[in-house]
C-alpha cells in the first residue's frame, strides 16, 4: 500500500503555471551578444546543447526584445558562459534601456566582430544556421566555429529567480569526477 499522495491537484498549463514551475529548474546563465551598429546582448538560461554531430546549440529570444533585431540579421553570435562570481554582468545584461558595453564591462571585438566579454568561463563564438519562430520567442540554431574555455570555476546557474551556484565547488578551482 502506498502513502496517499499530499500533493496539490493538476492545474491548467498556463503561462503563470509554466513560469512557476520552470523557476525549480536550475539553468546556466550565459550572456550572448552579436555584432551590429551598435552591439547587442543579453542574458539568456535557454541554452542548450542540442546535436554533436554536426555540433549544433541553441538559445532562445523573445521576439520583442531589444536584441531581436539584430539577432535576427547576424551571421554570427558569441555565448559566454559566466561564472558564479559574474552575477552583477548577468544583471548587467538583463537590465533593458542601459548601454550593457559601457563600463564597468570589460570586452573586445572578436572574430566576426562579435563583442567577446572579458573573464568569462568560456566562449563560443558560432555561425547561425537557423531562427525557428515559435509563438512570442525565437529560437535560434548556430553551430559553434571557435571555444574558448578556462577550465577553472563554476557556473552561475538560476534557480527560483535568484543566481546562485554549485554546492561545494569553490570559484577557481577545478573539480574532477570521481573515478
Do not use: K
Not at 514551475?21 to 547587442?40: I, W
Not at 545584461?93 to 566579454?117: H, K, N, V, Y
Request: glycine share 8%; charged share 15%; proline share 9%.
Amino acid at each position: 500500500m502506498t502513502e496517499p499522495d499530499h500533493r496539490p491537484p493538476p492545474v491548467d498549463a498556463d503561462a503563470d503555471a509554466l513560469r512557476a514551475l520552470l523557476r525549480h529548474q536550475a539553468s546556466t546563465v550565459v550572456v550572448v551578444t552579436a555584432p551590429g551598429t551598435p552591439a547587442v546582448g543579453f542574458t539568456a538560461t535557454s541554452f542548450t546543447s542540442v546535436s554533436l554531430a554536426p555540433p549544433i546549440v541553441s538559445f532562445c529570444l523573445d521576439l520583442g526584445a531589444s536584441s531581436w533585431p539584430t539577432v535576427a540579421r547576424t551571421r554570427h553570435v558569441a555565448v559566454h558562459l559566466l561564472g558564479h562570481h559574474q552575477q552583477e554582468l548577468a544583471r548587467t545584461f538583463a537590465t533593458s534601456g542601459i548601454d550593457r558595453f559601457a563600463a564597468p564591462t570589460r570586452w573586445q571585438a572578436g572574430p566576426e566582430g562579435a563583442p567577446i566579454l572579458d573573464d568569462t568561463l568560456a566562449w563560443l563564438l558560432c555561425r547561425v544556421v537557423e531562427r525557428v519562430t515559435v509563438g512570442d520567442h525565437a529560437i535560434v540554431l548556430a553551430e559553434p566555429e571557435l571555444i574558448q574555455h578556462a577550465d577553472v570555476g563554476t557556473p552561475l546557474l538560476y534557480h527560483r529567480g535568484r543566481y546562485a551556484g554549485l554546492a561545494g565547488a569553490p570559484d577557481g578551482v577545478p573539480r574532477r569526477p570521481a573515478a
